[in-house]
């Protein structure tokens, strides 16, 4: 008995929007539906939106903003620790450093949010 391989011709998912207009959710079921793409609840939205390009073929442009929203949250987290043990030890001039430099990379946040909604 012979085994033949019938060649499948599967249709990708029609995209209704822009990967970047889409909310995970909406990138998790078009990312289900695809085979090659692997391991779809532990992606975080930027890395659906590549996978999704890769697969359709969309060239990805470079980020505008330089960090990821990892790096970024990580170092928000990192000053504000900062800032409270500044604070505990009454070093108030390190304190308000700390603090100002968690707000700036909570900025960045926002800001790398705005651009990829």
């Known amino acids: 008995m012979e085994e033949t391989k019938?060649?499948?011709t599967r249709e990708l998912p029609k995209l209704e929007k822009k990967l970047e207009k889409m909310t995970i959710k909406e990138l998790r079921e078009i990312a289900l539906q695809?085979?090659?793409i692997t391991g779809v609840h532990g992606m975080n939205k930027e890395e659906l939106?590549?996978?999704?390009?890769?697969?359709?073929?969309?060239k990805e442009e470079p980020r505008k903003v330089g960090?990821?929203?990892?790096e970024l949250k990580a170092k928000v987290k990192?000053?504000?620790a900062l800032a409270e043990e500044a604070k505990k030890n009454k070093d108030?001039?390190?304190?308000e450093r700390y603090r100002k430099l968690a707000s700036k990379f909570k900025k960045r946040t926002r800001k790398l949010a705005r651009l990829s909604a």
């Open 6 to 8: 019938v060649e499948e």
């Open 92 to 95: 108030w001039e390190k304190y």
């Open 34 to 36: 695809i085979p090659e």
């Open 49 to 58: 939106i590549s996978a999704l390009k890769k697969v359709y073929g969309i």
């Open 78 to 80: 990192k000053f504000k």
């Open 67 to 70: 960090a990821s929203m990892r």
